[in-house]
Structure formats: structure tokens, C-alpha cells
């Protein structure tokens, strides 16, 4: 969402915001997911879990207390307006670094190491921003971004039909890269279409975005995520994980069109 705000000079608290119905729907859907597969593929369920006395829940939930108060104090502070998205991410760094002292697990080794990874992390989002932009500005002077607008308001057919034919590439897209570089190659095309020519809101167009792109990275045959997992899990076979995957896919599926039917559900906080 962040990426998508700088490629479309969107606000990032605006889509913060209007992805708190979206993400609640998703937790309801995956878990329905779950229980559908626990269900009908009871060859493949290993077994029930142990039930956890409460004693020991909330025993672990204060253990974590202090990571919990991070994330409170960051989504509270960006969500009321008391900071803006990079004092909260500065906040944020500044708790996590007292937590740490507090915890007594800082050392020398381990925080020239974070630095390291955190500068080549920026590092590259940066180089990746930068060439997106220079990317954009050579398709705005090509003019090619305005002829696929007029060509496709040229069709004459209805703004459903057209998004929907979006929707599907982004997920055959989804398939094939993954959500950023999809994000960064079609969005001089996508945006001034979705929202100059049909219409359609920019920030509820930010979540359908990512949602619909993050379908295809679960989507065989070459969904990223999935060749992901089988990496984390090298003694699951790829068609168990096939298997598992269709209920996850019928619950995105279900989501999209949930949103496409009621988009202003998603734009209640904005």
C-alpha cells in the first residue's frame, strides 16, 4: 500500500484506513477457509491440537506485552492522527529499541547487524522507487499511458466489464511476479484507466489492488508464495499444497466480489 501511494501520490494514513474493514473480512473468510479444509480433507488433517489452559495464554500474552504496546502505540498514534506514517515508523523504532534495553538482548554484534539489514533493505526499495519513477516519466512522454485510455473508452463497453478484464490480468500478472513489480509495471496503464476513465475511487481502487494481486501469488501454476512455503516446508509435496490452496483462493475470490458489490464498506474510515 505504501508503494502503491508513492506510484499514485495517494495518501498512505487514507489507505491504512480503508483496509481495516478489508483486512477484519479477511480474517473471517480465512478462518472459514480453514475450517472448510479441516472439513472436507480429513485424510490430510494430522490431527487436533492440544486445548492451552487460559492460565498459560495469558501467561504468554504477558510475556509478549511490551511487542503488543509497540504495535498500540504506532497503529494508535497513525490511526488517531497524533503522527504521521514515518513519525509512527520512527516511534516505533525508538520503542523497539528501548524494549530491546529494557529486555537486555542488545548487543554490538546484533545491532550492527540490524543496521546492516535495514540499509540494504531501504537501499533497495529505494533503487526500486527510483527506476519506477524513471519508468513512468518515459511512458508519460511516450504518450503510451493516454493512448490505452482512449483506445479502451474507444470500446464502448461498460465499466464493469473493463474493470473485470483489470481484475484478471492482475491475477494472471499475480501468477507470474510478484505484487511490486506487477504493481510498478502496469500502474502508469491501470490507474489513469480505473480512476481517470471509468471513475472508480483511487483508494478504494489501492485495496482491490493489492488484494487482487496478492490472489494471483497464491494461484498455480507459478504463484511466488507457494514455491515459498515449499521451501519453508521441504518434506511437503506441491500437490498437497495445491490441494489446500483452492479454499483460499474461493475465500478471495468471495472477497473481491464482496468489495466490488459493496465498495463503500471499504472507504467507512476515510
Known amino acids: 500500500m505504501v508503494v ?50 487460559w492460565k498459560e495464554k495469558m501467561k504468554a500474552t504477558g510475556q509478549a506485552r511490551l511487542t503488543m504496546l509497540i504495535g498500540v502505540v504506532m497503529l494508535g498514534g497513525i490511526y488517531s492522527g497524533i503522527f504521521t506514517v514515518n513519525e509512527g515508523a520512527a ?12 529486555r537486555k538482548t542488545l548487543t554490538k554484534e546484533n545491532f550492527k547487524e540490524t543496521l546492516i539489514k535495514a540499509a540494504a533493505n531501504i537501499a533497495m526499495i529505494y533503487l526500486i522507487l527510483i527506476g519506477a519513477e524513471i519508468y513512468k516519466s518515459f511512458l508519460t512522454l511516450s504518450g503510451l499511458p493516454a493512448m490505452t485510455v482512449e483506445w479502451v473508452g474507444s470500446l464502448d463497453m461498460p465499466p464493469t466489464v473493463i474493470l473485470l478484464a483489470v481484475i484478471f490480468l ?19 496503464f491501470v490507474f489513469p484507466l480505473v480512476v481517470g476513465q471509468l471513475g472508480y475511487d483511487p483508494i478504494w481502487w489501492g485495496i482491490m489492488n493489492v488484494m487482487i494481486i496478492e490472489i494471483g501469488m497464491i494461484t498455480p501454476p507459478v504463484g ?47
Do not use: H, W
Not at 91 to 102: A, M
Not at 171 to 188: R, S
Not at 256 to 264: A, E, K, S, T
Open 4 to 53: 502503491y501511494a508513492i506510484l499514485t501520490q495517494q495518501s498512505v494514513l487514507s489507505l491504512f484506513l480503508a483496509a481495516i474493514i478489508p483486512a477484519f473480512v479477511t480474517i473471517l473468510l480465512y478462518a472459514g477457509a480453514v475450517r472448510a479444509y479441516i472439513i472436507f480433507e480429513k485424510d490430510n488433517v494430522t490431527g487436533k491440537l492440544e486445548a492451552v489452559p
Open 91 to 102: 516511534v516505533g523504532v525508538i520503542l523497539v529499541f528501548v524494549t530491546c534495553l529494557l
Open 170 to 188: 492482475y491475477i494472471a500478472l499475480g501468477c507470474l511476479f510478484d505484487a511490486m513489480a506487477a504493481m510498478i509495471l502496469t500502474m502508469p
Open 224 to 270: 511466488i508464495n507457494i514455491f515459498v512455503l515449499q521451501s519453508m516446508q521441504p518434506d511437503m509435496k506441491l500437490r498437497e499444497i495445491y490441494r489446500g490452496l483452492k479454499y483460499f483462493i474461493f475465500a478471495d475470490v468471495i472477497r473481491i466480489v464482496f468489495f466490488l458489490l459493496f465498495p463503500g464498506l471499504a472507504l467507512v474510515f476515510v
